[in-house]
């Protein structure tokens, strides 16, 4: 039987709307039941169900073996589309946005998608919170600790020799008496920067470090290593002025800070691309170009798919 573009939809959105079923309770036997007719209806309907198996693997879940088929190659837009309805079916269900969440609320400060805002502390510090960013202060007589959530933080912090002041990211520290440092979390990765004065780095996988004006340090917090390097001081924390530096940096670690100012989610549908190094300047006022530029030098493509779903491919 030929099937017209409609048609193909229709089945396509037939096949997510059993797939998300099965997500969400993979041992019951009515939905096992009714995908095994489904899939016996046609063999337009055999191939669909391959092609939302292939998408709802690149989606990070993976269904039990009597339901893998061989994939297809190729990602056609209708992929792209399905992927991304999948995601958010998911998250729909706690699967991608429960620890985001989760972070959220406990948040003392925060923001939204291209939001930046400027926050006076109780010690007279000033925190700049990056756009999808927030913190959690903790403030006592002998310390000043913030925890950075998510996201991206400038501190200009206020001199108080009795009461270090400190911002930790999972593991890493960094601790500040009178200067001004950025601190970021991409994808994984930790980067501090300095723009005036010294701040001491205490890692698990870095020997205590210290950085002064215009030095910074990156710590690949899955992969378990670091890089440090030098830049002019007057490029540190740009993004303040809607710029974003990179130094030989992942281009999963780029794409993550330039999300924060692109409404929904952004993929990355080759993960060999996201590992690739990239440097140059970045216009956040224009994200998606921003996005294009980065992976452009590779092969990139940037599709926007909806204003909640932003794919990358390489051609």
């Not at 960013?133 to 007589?141: E, M, P, Q, T, V």
């Not at 001004?180 to 470090?209: E, K, M, N, P, W």
């Not at 670091?226 to 740009?238: C, E, S």
Request: glycine share 8%; proline share 4%.
């Amino acid at each position: 039987m030929q099937h017209d573009m409609g048609d193909d939809d229709r089945l396509f959105e037939e096949a997510m709307n059993l797939i998300i079923r099965l997500q969400n309770d993979r041992s019951n036997p009515v939905a096992l039941n009714m995908i095994r007719h489904w899939r016996a209806l046609s063999p337009a309907h055999e191939r669909t169900w391959a092609e939302v198996l292939e998408i709802h693997a690149m989606s990070g879940k993976v269904l039990t073996d009597q339901y893998q088929l061989e994939s297809t190659p190729g990602i056609s837009r209708r992929k792209l589309m399905l992927m991304g309805t999948l995601l958010v079916g998911t998250a729909a269900v706690g699967g991608l946005l429960g620890p985001g969440l989760i972070a959220r609320a406990s948040a003392d400060f925060a923001t939204t998608t291209a939001e930046i805002k400027r926050v006076a502390l109780p010690d007279g510090s000033m925190i700049t919170l990056g756009p999808d960013s927030g913190i959690k202060l903790a403030f006592n007589d002998r310390r000043r600790d913030i925890r950075l959530l998510y996201g991206m933080a400038f501190a200009e912090v206020a001199k108080d020799a009795d009461r270090p002041f400190s911002v930790g990211v999972d593991e890493i520290t960094a601790t500040a008496l009178g200067t001004a440092f950025d601190v970021s979390d991409d994808d994984g990765f930790v980067t501090i920067s300095v723009d005036h004065g010294l701040v001491q780095v205490d890692a698990s996988i870095v020997d205590r470090a210290q950085l002064s004006a215009g030095q910074w340090l990156r710590v690949d917090t899955n992969g378990r290593r670091f890089d440090r390097g030098t830049r002019n001081a007057g490029q540190i924390a740009v993004w303040r002025d809607g710029m974003i530096v990179a130094d030989n940096e992942p281009i999963s670690a780029v794409i993550a800070r330039i999300t924060r100012w692109q409404a929904g989610k952004v993929l990355i549908a080759d993960p060999g691309l996201g590992s690739l190094p990239i440097s140059g300047v970045f216009d956040l006022n224009q994200p998606l170009r921003a996005l294009e530029a980065v992976v452009q030098p590779y092969g990139g493509r940037v599709r926007q798919i909806s204003p909640w779903l932003t794919v990358i491919t390489k051609i």
